[in-house]
């Protein structure tokens, strides 16, 4: 499975769209960018999945570059609730085992 | 629905004794595993089942047994408990398809354990 980096932290102000980065220069062709987000003491919490197009749910919107080496996760009008550590997970579509690889992630503080 | 149960929520256990984490989900989901997360750390995978009685190893499954005899319940037995095994342990469920493909799982609450 390809490595992440994310920034440690970020800082957003309650109502602004939260832009959160990921970089996986290494992905290779059959590996999506999923993302995960884990609220204080709270188990993780399944955000969005893309593979090379950008997709976008009730929660929000993932981007992918052309090149699939990076991609950003926004939060279009972000909330105190929103305020939580988000990792982004590269792997392959399919995994027998269901693994996922966390890192670190990105903690996101929404302050008022 | 109850979803994910994971208790205790919260444990101390001397070094060397034993004691069994539960987890329990009622949603017929096929998939279910094991993740810990140390402070600082993302979740490192322990044990998966794909099933009732088809379990396998993770990353990290040395000092832990697991077993899976009905699809609600997956326990995890710490054999002979170590201060390295303090963590917070999380339970998660998921439909095969779906857990196979990355998504659309369940976390439990987790259970915070310390060795001393």
């Known amino acids: 499975d390809a490595k992440t980096t994310q920034p440690p932290s970020m800082d957003c102000a309650e109502g602004r769209a939260a832009n959160l980065p990921c970089n996986h220069s290494?992905?290779?062709?059959?590996?999506?960018v999923y993302w995960y987000r884990q609220i204080h003491s709270q188990g993780p919490q399944y955000i969005i999945h893309?593979?090379?197009n950008n997709e976008t749910n009730e929660m929000a919107s993932l981007i992918i570059t052309e090149d699939r080496k990076s991609s950003t996760l926004i939060l279009p009008h972000a909330t105190l609730r929103d305020t939580a550590v988000y990792y982004c997970?590269?792997?392959?579509?399919?995994?027998?085992?269901?693994?996922?690889?966390f890192g670190q992630g990105t903690e996101l503080s929404v302050k008022p | 629905n109850a979803g994910v149960t994971q208790t205790p929520k919260f444990q101390v256990l001397k070094t060397g004794q034993s004691m069994t984490l539960q987890c329990a989900q009622d949603?017929?989901?096929?998939?279910m595993s094991w993740y810990r997360q140390d402070p600082g750390m993302g979740l490192r995978l322990i044990h998966y089942?794909?099933?009732?009685?088809?379990?396998d190893q993770g990353e990290v499954p040395n000092g832990y047994n697991v077993s899976r005899s009905t699809t609600e319940d997956f326990p995890l037995r710490l054999l002979s408990a170590a201060p390295s095994q303090t963590s917070v342990y999380f339970c998660?469920?998921?439909?095969?398809?779906?857990?196979?493909?990355?998504?659309?799982?369940?976390f439990g609450s987790g259970t915070r354990l310390t060795v001393v």
């Open positions: 998660a469920s998921s439909y095969f398809l779906q857990a196979a493909g990355g998504y659309g799982y369940t």
């Open positions: 290494t992905i290779s062709g059959n590996e999506y």
């Open positions: 893309g593979l090379k």
């Open positions: 997970i590269v792997r392959a579509s399919y995994n027998q085992g269901g693994k996922l690889i």
């Open positions: 949603m017929n989901h096929e998939y």
């Open positions: 089942s794909v099933g009732a009685g088809i379990t």
